[in-house]
């Protein structure tokens, strides 16, 4: 007998691996409805032919979006988990648009008229659906080319699905060029079924309930509890991520739906600065930062961009785990800035709070 998304999903709560929610129970049919035309779309289906190779009727596609942690990635990954892996791609939205950007670069040094034609072929062979998660666009080369890269996905016969904190209209919101922009809104909502996930609940804010999320000293037993904590939160999956920042790229080696690991100088060692660290915390709901030293005149330079990156995450309001030298008040005794650096302690008390960034 042939599974369905409501059948998976019941096998899920059943095992304890996932809490029923009358929420997402209500979006089942809509990833059923795009599974099954999926599946029907490629009975029959022959080789490419003409530029694309057109298939039959294109599925219309998903686009999940809610607040933070309410089970958007989660149902994605489900529905993916339904399909023959060689028929759907999974990835995470800024992962993907810098392999577009990427391709587009090498197009180009190889004298192609459109660079967009051959890339999007290239991404649309053999392909039958596109899963992106947390789609937000930032960047202004991105917006410049997704909408005309979605439309030649379409019409290539990739449906897409795709989650997102914010509904298309807020997409790109207040952007540089943004009625350049808006077409890409309109396709979404002609080509996708726009559903909101609007559960009370935060799940990824549930795992960590009751949680210690501050470890000191920096020793084994930290280690062990931070690995614990990645385990939970990403089941121990991760994956590679590249931000682009004004023409520079930032690296987390360690992502998945949108949980990040760094030690403190993959973030506050390198020549980052506001406009990084805000990039980091639009694409990261949860930071694990790992190996926060004791701060002076010696690492003077690290220290100030500590104080920035945790100013930026507090008023993101992501998520903050941490494993550190010593308890926040501790970290910086002495030298240039020990007065400033009180409101960072009192920050790092107050992220440890298991009610904190609830509200955002």
Same mark, same amino acid.
């Given at each position: 007998?042939?599974?369905?998304?409501?059948?998976?999903?019941?096998?899920?709560?059943?095992?304890?691996?996932?809490?029923?929610?009358?929420?997402?129970?209500?979006?089942?049919?809509?990833?059923?409805?795009?599974?099954?035309?999926?599946?029907?779309?490629?009975?029959?289906?022959?080789?490419?032919?003409?530029?694309?190779?057109?298939?039959?009727?294109?599925?219309?596609?998903?686009?999940?979006?809610?607040?933070?942690?309410?089970?958007?990635?989660?149902?994605?990954?489900?529905?993916?988990?339904?399909?023959?892996?060689?028929?759907?791609?999974?990835?995470?939205?800024?992962?993907?648009?810098?392999?577009?950007?990427?391709?587009?670069?090498?197009?180009?040094?190889?004298?192609?008229?459109?660079?967009?034609?051959?890339?999007?072929?290239?991404?649309?062979?053999?392909?039958?659906?596109?899963?992106?998660?947390?789609?937000?666009?930032?960047?202004?080369?991105?917006?410049?080319?997704?909408?005309?890269?979605?439309?030649?996905?379409?019409?290539?016969?990739?449906?897409?699905?795709?989650?997102?904190?914010?509904?298309?209209?807020?997409?790109?919101?207040?952007?540089?060029?943004?009625?350049?922009?808006?077409?890409? =809104?309109?396709? @979404?909502? /002609? *080509? +996708?079924?726009?559903? &909101?996930?609007?559960?009370? #609940?935060?799940?990824?804010?549930? !795992?960590?309930?009751?949680?210690?999320?501050?470890?000191?000293?920096?020793?084994?037993?930290?280690?062990?509890? =931070?690995?614990? @904590?990645? /385990? *939970? +939160?990403?089941?121990? &999956?991760?994956?590679?991520? #590249?931000?682009?920042?004004?023409? !520079?790229?930032?690296?987390?080696?360690?992502?998945?739906?949108?949980?990040?690991?760094?030690?403190?100088?993959?973030?506050?060692?390198?020549?980052?600065?506001?406009?990084?660290?805000?990039?980091?915390?639009?694409?990261?709901?949860?930071?694990?930062?790992?190996?926060?030293?004791?701060?002076?005149?010696?690492?003077?330079?690290?220290?100030?961009?500590?104080?920035?990156?945790?100013?930026?995450?507090?008023?993101?309001?992501?998520?903050?785990?941490?494993?550190?030298?010593?308890?926040?008040?501790?970290?910086?005794?002495?030298?240039?800035?020990?007065?400033?650096?009180?409101?960072?302690?009192?920050?790092?008390?107050?992220?440890?709070?298991?009610?904190?960034?609830?509200?955002?």
């Amino acid at each position: 007998m042939e599974q369905t998304i409501q059948s998976i999903y019941a096998a899920r709560v059943e095992s304890g691996e996932i809490h029923s929610d009358p929420n997402q129970l209500a979006i089942l049919p809509d990833l059923e409805r795009l599974r099954s035309d999926v599946l029907e779309n490629s009975k029959g289906k022959g080789l490419f032919s003409g530029l694309f190779g057109k298939r039959a009727e294109t599925p219309r596609g998903l686009y999940l979006w809610g607040g933070v942690g309410r089970g958007k990635s989660m149902l994605m990954d489900l529905f993916v988990s339904s399909l023959p892996e060689d028929r759907i791609r999974r990835v995470h939205f800024h992962a993907f648009m810098q392999e577009i950007q990427n391709a587009l670069h090498v197009a180009r040094k190889e004298g192609a008229e459109d660079a967009l034609l051959p890339v999007a072929k290239d991404v649309a062979e053999g392909l039958q659906v596109l899963a992106l998660d947390e789609m937000q666009i930032t960047d202004i080369a991105d917006a410049m080319i997704v909408g005309r890269l979605f439309a030649l996905l379409d019409e290539a016969g990739v449906a897409i699905i795709t989650t997102s904190n914010r509904p298309p209209d807020d997409l790109y919101k207040n952007g540089l060029n943004r009625d350049l922009f808006l077409p890409f =809104i309109a396709h @979404i909502k /002609e *080509r +996708l079924d726009v559903i &909101e996930l609007a559960s009370a #609940t935060d799940y990824r804010q549930d !795992r960590l309930a009751g949680e210690q999320v501050y470890f000191t000293p920096l020793d084994a037993t930290a280690r062990e509890e =931070i690995d614990r @904590i990645w /385990e *939970r +939160l990403t089941g121990g &999956e991760s994956e590679h991520l #590249t931000l682009t920042v004004k023409s !520079r790229s930032v690296e987390i080696a360690k992502f998945h739906n949108g949980v990040a690991r760094m030690g403190f100088y993959d973030l506050c060692g390198k020549f980052l600065g506001p406009a990084d660290y805000l990039a980091i915390a639009e694409a990261v709901r949860v930071l694990i930062l790992e190996n926060i030293p004791t701060l002076g005149r010696s690492n003077f330079n690290e220290a100030k961009r500590f104080v920035t990156l945790i100013d930026t995450l507090y008023e993101a309001k992501t998520r903050l785990i941490c494993s550190a030298a010593a308890q926040p008040e501790m970290l910086y005794v002495e030298g240039e800035g020990t007065f400033e650096f009180e409101r960072t302690a009192s920050r790092l008390r107050e992220m440890q709070d298991a009610n904190w960034g609830k509200d955002a």
